[in-house]
């Protein structure tokens, strides 16, 4: 029921948005210097700026600068399953560059998240990433999806790629990513990764607990699943789909900073009513990727939460896929790289790092460890100290592990 009100609360409320979206733009028109008009038309904007939408946004990766020159960026499609579709970006005039597989969380958002990993990486490499579909969307007559299948996708989507991928995963997929490439490396794949970065992931939720590992611990996996997972709704392609709402996700994120989200549309208010568009514009952007949600299958999510964050199968021995146990111990040609922020209050400091006890067949000169100074959950992928600090370290391993 959870899920219908939800519906019909949004289905409500979406001609008032709309109203107001168009009722503000002429607003803002008519308005010219008369500062009465300025404020309604800010009003009437912010209002229809807090809405969720359900729909991938475009990563609009057309061009970027390579020492200083544009080039232009191709995107295309290369194995499109039904949860999940691998993209491939190209730069142009980067010949034989490095293959890049940049492994998205999927836990609430899409992989348009990582949009400024993509466009970094993308100096140096063709970059591929997971861009995982709307499970809403996904109808029922391709089954479910648990983290057995998340793995086999994410193997899939290397075999794919072919021989010499480097596999970079960020946040929550460090466990699938550190299984997958176990697997392959037990069964001497070919393709198996020439280097594994894991940024940020709970490889190891018992070292150094977080809020968010406290919360996981505090419930039985039956009470998430009885008060967490809805049925989709009519009329999407995904109706009657178990699955953990993203708008549930986003609420539970949001309410960890609310006063930051408040100040953020108060300064968006005040820009608009000012006519600081250039300031406006940039918090307008990052809504209207925050706010996009994308729901998660029910069995992934459950599996998720019991396996990774209750039970710690991975750091422990016990996980395994399709009745296979998972031996990292088996990865002895892969580079691994751990990433950790020292200020990351979601994944704390020595939770990933513990994927090296973990990999104890690689010689210790195929693993690197870096501890980001003054960076939280986001700032090991995005944003300045990403772009200066810690993606020239990445490169270092993905050029070494490919030489």
């Not at 940049?102 to 591929?128: I, K, M, N, W």
Request: glycine share 8%; aromatic share 8%; charged share 20%.
């Amino acid at each position: 029921m959870l899920y219908h009100a939800y519906q019909a609360q949004s289905d409500a409320l979406s001609p008032m948005r709309l109203f107001a979206q168009l009722q503000g733009g002429l607003l803002q028109q008519a308005g010219g210097g008369r500062q009465a008009l300025r404020k309604l038309s800010a009003a009437l904007e912010v209002f229809s700026q807090l809405r969720l939408t359900h729909s991938r946004p475009a990563y609009g990766i057309d061009r970027i600068e390579v020492d200083g020159e544009p080039r232009t960026v191709t995107e295309d499609p290369v194995l499109a399953l039904p949860f999940g579709t691998l993209l491939r970006f190209r730069t142009e005039g980067l010949a034989l560059a490095p293959r890049v597989l940049l492994v998205a969380p999927l836990s609430g958002h899409f992989a348009t998240l990582l949009r400024e990993t993509v466009r970094t990486l993308l100096q140096d490499h063709e970059v591929y990433i997971t861009d995982w579909h709307n499970a809403r969307d996904v109808s029922l007559r391709h089954g479910g999806f648990a983290l057995d299948d998340y793995i086999a996708y994410m193997i899939r989507f290397i075999e794919a790629i072919g021989p010499g991928t480097h596999v970079v995963a960020v946040c929550q997929p460090c466990v699938a990513a550190l299984a997958a490439t176990a697997l392959m490396a037990e069964d001497e794949h070919p393709a198996q990764p020439l280097s594994l970065t894991l940024m940020a992931g709970p490889v190891d939720c018992r070292v150094n607990p977080t809020e968010v590992n406290r919360l996981a611990m505090e419930r039985s996996i039956g009470w998430f699943e009885s008060h967490l997972i809805s049925h989709v709704p009519p009329p999407h392609r995904g109706h009657l789909r178990r699955v953990y709402p993203g708008f549930v996700q986003l609420t539970a994120f949001m309410s960890m900073n609310l006063e930051r989200h408040r100040q953020q549309f108060s300064s968006l208010y005040r820009h608009l009513a000012e006519g600081e568009l250039e300031q406006a514009d940039a918090i307008r952007r990052f809504y209207d990727e925050y706010l996009a949600v994308n729901d998660l299958p029910a069995e992934f999510y459950l599996e998720t939460v019991a396996k990774v964050f209750q039970t710690f199968e991975l750091a422990r021995g016990a996980l395994q896929w399709r009745g296979r146990p998972v031996r990292p111990q088996a990865i002895r040609r892969t580079w691994l790289m751990t990433v950790e922020g020292e200020r990351d209050d979601i994944c704390a400091v020595g939770q990933t790092v513990a994927a090296h006890d973990l990999c104890s067949g690689l010689r210790p000169h195929r693993k690197v460890h870096h501890v980001q100074v003054g960076v939280g959950h986001y700032g090991v992928f995005s944003g300045r100290r990403w772009n200066s600090q810690i993606y020239p370290r990445v490169r270092e391993l993905i050029h070494s592990a490919a030489g």
